[in-house]
């Protein structure tokens, strides 16, 4: 399973966020895999953001959950982490992800720089 993610590295700040995640070598609807979208702010260590499963039910982290939502595009096999009103404490780079388990995965993408700035 090879994931890719993609959107854009500038973002304002209070302006919403979408980032996609484009998969191959297999199906996010296939078996039960969680479908993941993990950060790493600058200097810190990383942070767990949500998951989508291959059932299409999501689960997201307590203190994101009020400006996160994961959906997808099972036609285009991607997706996508939307981040609301976004600060510059939301800059990061953000994963893409995949694996048999909740937390722990087994699949990375490469990671994209977002930065929240004026």
């Known amino acids: 399973v090879q994931l890719q993610e993609s959107g854009p590295g500038l973002a304002k700040p209070s302006q919403p966020l979408s980032l996609t995640c484009t998969v191959s070598g297999g199906s996010i609807t296939a078996n039960d895999y969680f479908w993941a979208w993990i950060r790493q702010p600058p200097g810190k260590g990383l942070e767990w953001i949500g998951y989508?499963?291959?059932?299409?039910?999501?689960y997201y982290s307590p203190s994101l959950r009020s400006r996160t939502s994961i959906s997808r595009d099972t036609s285009k096999n991607q997706f996508t982490l939307q981040l609301s009103s976004v600060t510059p404490e939301d800059t990061a780079l953000y994963y893409c992800?995949?694996?048999?388990?909740?937390?722990?995965?087994?699949?990375w993408g490469w990671g994209t720089q977002v930065t929240v700035s004026a």
């Open positions: 992800a995949s694996g048999v388990r909740a937390q722990g995965y087994d699949y």
């Open positions: 989508i499963r291959s059932s299409g039910t999501s």
